[in-house]
């Protein structure tokens, strides 16, 4: 089996509080027309989902925020979830010098918000990549445009204000690049520490004969895009004091048998799933949530410690190396986190038909259940 990827760092004990039992995640990722499943799915498990941040990585924040802001609208969710819009660019790396690493390295399969910029393409539906960050593709809203704002706050110092006001209660999910939770590992020292957790998409290990053995497309699959982007932040965040961290994504794949079953009952997320959603990659982004959302969804599981390899001069740059304690690095502290073999597939399948079918409201969320 292909080592697959969802770190999870968890889980302080909840204070005594009203909402102790209900978990608290801030949801961070590269929102897009039909990226919404991991919200639903947390909303879906009872948690209490505080907000979420769009961040640089399939295309710029601004963009992949409103696309977070407009799949949040058309569940009426806006009202109860606001989204803040993450930093522009990663902490060093920028399209030009990720064009540089590529004619040393080698071209990734899938170059993420650094593929170079055409705007024809854009004006036909895509997100934009490369170019002025601040820019937005209006034809990329197959979802709607959205009329809600976004929330006017950093998102960094935001995610440090919410663990203080609920220690111990908040875990931290990021489907994209790392560069928010690292600058706040850096703004507060507390920060990582007073979360519950950080749960990631990305972090394969030992993939590299599945990139030079098969299709272009197995290669992108085995390829570490969300955490190459930013190569300092991943090792930031990843070796932060969080109280459990762990990783999960190649397991699970849709199908079209699948997306037929979703769309059976119809409103605006199971259309845009049915219609957008595809059966060419797996279940990444929903792995790594689910993975977290109850303990028994993991079906099998290891602990190691975790380095990023932040050497420009590497192929691997930006990808994770893994020790066991015997051998680990004497001169930096490294975290033990948990990476995730297997999840229940069938109980992930089942969920997520459950949370794009039956979205939960406003209402539901703020009565607790
Ligand atoms: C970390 O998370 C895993 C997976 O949910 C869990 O089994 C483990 O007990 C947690 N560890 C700590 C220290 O909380
Ligand atoms: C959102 O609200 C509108 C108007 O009240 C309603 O028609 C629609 O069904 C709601 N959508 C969802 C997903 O609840
Ligand atoms: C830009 O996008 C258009 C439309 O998708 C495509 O036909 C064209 O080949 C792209 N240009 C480059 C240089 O990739
Ligand atoms: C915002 O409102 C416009 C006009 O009513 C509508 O066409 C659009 O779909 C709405 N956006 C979302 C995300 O629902
Ligand atoms: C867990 O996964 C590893 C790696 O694929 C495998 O070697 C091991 O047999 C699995 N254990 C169980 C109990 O499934
Ligand atoms: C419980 O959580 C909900 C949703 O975040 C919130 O509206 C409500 O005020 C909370 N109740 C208490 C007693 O903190």
Redesign the pocket.
Known sequence: MKLTSVLFVAAASAAAHPNATRTKVILENDWSSAGFIPFLLALDAGWDVLGLIGDTANSWALQTSLHGLATLEIGNLSSCIPVYKGADFPLLNTPELFAMWEQIHGDLPWQGVFA?E?L??EA?G?DPTSGNPQRISPAAFVEGFPNATLAGKHAAAWMIEQVHLYPGEVMIYSGGTLTNIALAVRMDPEFASLAKGLVIMGGYIDVNLYQASGSVNQADINSDINLMLDPEATKIALTASFPNISNAANQVFPDQEYLDTVYQVKNKYTTLMYNNYGTIFPFWDETAMFAVLDPSNVINSTQFYLDVDTAWSSPSYGTVHVYQQALMPRQQTLQLVNYVYEVDAKKLKSSIKRAVQYPTSCEKMQRGW
């Open positions: 170079p055409n024809t393409a036909l895509s």
